[in-house]
Every structure is written in structure tokens, then in C-alpha cells.
């Protein structure tokens, strides 16, 4: 596709249960990026991929959040025992590798842990 | 470690109307610096950057924004509102110096544009 797909949309799930996000990146973009973003804030940074490895997974806020990109591709966010804290939109976006910092982002998916 | 204030969480201007949208940053280096708008359900969209060069950056949607070294302020403005222009609006820094792209974001300011 054009822009990057984020599935789920939505994403509704009760307490101690387990959560797969999917995002396809733009075709091309070898870095890829994950953000949570909470009602009234601004996008808070999670984990960064360089092509298969993540770069970076500082911004995940504990070990119940995991990521995986085995191919290089479509990311996946999981989500294991959720708690309501964690209910937020989850942004992803794609970029080129050695780009000025331009971040294409997806539409979210927003999960509401109940 | 890099960051931006938007100190304004609301910013009301009538059509047709200046307006600015205000960010401070705080970054070791020279920053690179973003700005993003937000529709309703929609995913945030580049409005413009700064990375080096002319201070006065031109952007999408007729918007435009002056990098201030001094000040340390990248503040967003349009000579003439609309009431389409309505939006969240972020501002975004990267520190050039970690050596990959991550963007650290402000918290937001909601631009209310009258007719």
C-alpha cells in the first residue's frame, strides 16, 4: 500500500489477556517505529527497528511489552497480561534508514483494555 | 536527553487571523526539529522540518516556521487561519548526535480556528 497499516483499528480486550498490533510499513522504509499515545499527550516513544533487530526498545515500559520484525517488514507489538493503564492508541511509522528524521506514521490502533 | 515544551494547550485564532503555535527545545547540538498535525481520527501528518540552513522553514498547507537558536524555539505560524486548519498540532526534536531517528514529541497544542 501506499501508507503504513495498522491493524487492528480497534481493539477492545478485558484485563490479564494477551494482544497481537500489526504494522506494514511503507514499501522501502528499513526503520521502523512504535509509539504510544495516551489521551491529552503527546506520542511517547516505545521501540525502533533497523531492518530485523530492534535498535532501540528503551521506551518500553516493561517486560510485559514485546516487538518482533523477523523479516524486515510487518512488526508486530505484543502485549501480554494488559492492564486498563495501557489502554492508549499505538502509533507506528516507518521511515528510510538514512533519512533527515521524517517519520510516516499509520492511523493507530487504539485498545481499550476494560 | 532531548526535549520540547508546547506551552500553549490550546490556541484559539479567528479565519483569516495570523497565528502561531509555540515550541521550546532542549537538545545538546544542533537539533533537528519537526512539527506534526493531527485530524481526528487520523494518523499525524509532516507539516514541515528544520535541519540546517535558512531559519525560516516553508512547509505544507501554507504553514511555515522559524528556528530561533537564541531562544531555543521552533515556533509554528501561518500569515492567514482556516477554519480546515483546526487540529492537534506537535512539535518534534531529534538529537542528531544518537545516530538513528527518534523523535521525542511535545505534548500538543489544539489549534481552534472560528469562522
Known amino acids: 500500500g501506499a501508507g503504513v497499516s495498522q491493524t487492528p483499528s480497534n481493539k477492545v480486550t478485558e484485563k490479564g489477556k494477551y494482544v497481537e498490533l500489526r504494522c506494514d510499513p511503507i514499501?522501502?522504509?528499513?526503520?521502523l517505529y512504535w509509539y504510544r499515545q495516551s489521551l491529552g499527550q503527546g506520542p511517547e516513544f516505545l521501540i525502533y527497528?533497523?531492518?530485523?533487530?530492534?535498535?532501540?526498545d528503551s521506551g518500553l515500559p516493561n517486560d510485559r511489552f514485546f516487538a518482533v520484525r523477523p523479516e524486515g517488514s510487518v512488526s508486530t507489538l505484543k502485549i501480554q497480561r494488559t492492564e486498563r493503564g495501557d489502554s492508549a492508541v499505538y502509533l507506528c511509522?516507518?521511515?528510510?534508514?538514512f533519512g533527515s528524521g521524517e517519520l510516516f506514521f499509520g492511523e493507530g490502533s487504539r485498545l481499550t483494555v476494560l | 536527553a532531548q526535549s520540547v515544551a508546547q506551552p500553549e494547550d490550546q490556541v484559539n485564532v479567528a479565519e483569516g487571523n495570523p497565528l502561531t503555535v509555540k515550541c521550546t527545545y532542549s537538545?545538546?547540538?544542533?537539533?533537528?526539529l519537526f512539527w506534526y498535525v493531527q485530524y481526528p481520527n487520523r494518523g499525524l501528518q509532516f507539516l514541515l522540518k528544520?535541519?540546517?540552513?535558512?531559519?525560516l522553514v516553508k512547509g505544507s498547507y501554507g504553514f511555515e516556521a522559524e528556528f530561533n537558536k537564541s531562544q531555543t524555539s521552533f515556533h509554528l505560524k501561518k500569515p492567514s487561519a482556516l477554519v480546515s486548519d483546526s487540529a492537534l498540532y506537535f512539535c518534534?526534536?531529534?538529537?542528531?548526535?544518537?545516530?538513528?531517528?527518534?523523535?521525542?514529541f511535545g505534548t500538543g497544542t489544539r489549534l481552534l480556528v472560528s469562522p
Open positions: 518534534a526534536v531529534r538529537d542528531p548526535n544518537t545516530g538513528f531517528q527518534k523523535l521525542v
Open positions: 528544520y535541519i540546517t540552513g535558512d531559519n
Open positions: 511509522a516507518s521511515s528510510y534508514l
Open positions: 514499501s522501502g522504509h528499513t526503520a
Open positions: 537538545v545538546s547540538g544542533n537539533p533537528y
Open positions: 527497528f533497523q531492518g530485523t533487530g530492534a535498535a532501540d
